[in-house]
Nanobody, 122 residues
Framework: VQLQASAGGLVQAEDSLRLSCTTS????????AGWFRQAPGKEREFVAT????????DYAGSVKGRFTISRDNAKNSVYLQMNSLKPEDTAVYYC????????????????WGQGTLVTVSS
């Protein structure tokens, strides 16, 4: 399964940005999906996850209330809407998919996108 993330970009604090992650894999609608990020000099961390049907969603505490994960299985896509961005959100963002349920642990996901850089200036 190849996952293709949309381009990130340079935004200012308090701006919004939506990332998307798309695949041509038709069975994507049976996979849970997640977003992770890795800031410079830091380890990769969990951001958000969503179950195959969207019924279960979970967020890292640092983004809860600001970020929203969603998916459109008809388009084989998962999205991360990021609002009220902060400089500390600057990171390379990765989408991931896995056959197990929605999870916060990166080890659960079998498939990963290439990562996209989001830079938030103050």
């Amino acid at each position: 399964v190849q996952l293709q993330a949309s381009a990130g970009g340079l935004v200012q604090a308090e701006d919004s940005l939506r990332l998307s992650c798309t695949t041509s894999e038709r069975t994507f609608n049976s996979y849970a999906a997640g977003w992770f990020r890795q800031a410079p000099g830091k380890e990769r961390e969990f951001v958000a996850t969503i179950s195959w049907n969207g019924a279960i969603r979970d967020y890292a505490g640092s983004v809860k209330g600001r970020f929203t994960i969603s998916r459109d299985n008809a388009k084989n896509s998962v999205y991360l809407q990021m609002n009220s961005l902060k400089p500390e959100d600057t990171a390379v963002y990765y989408c991931a998919a896995g056959v197990r349920g929605a999870a916060v642990s990166a080890s659960v996901y079998q498939y990963w996108g290439q990562g996209t850089l989001v830079t938030v200036s103050s």
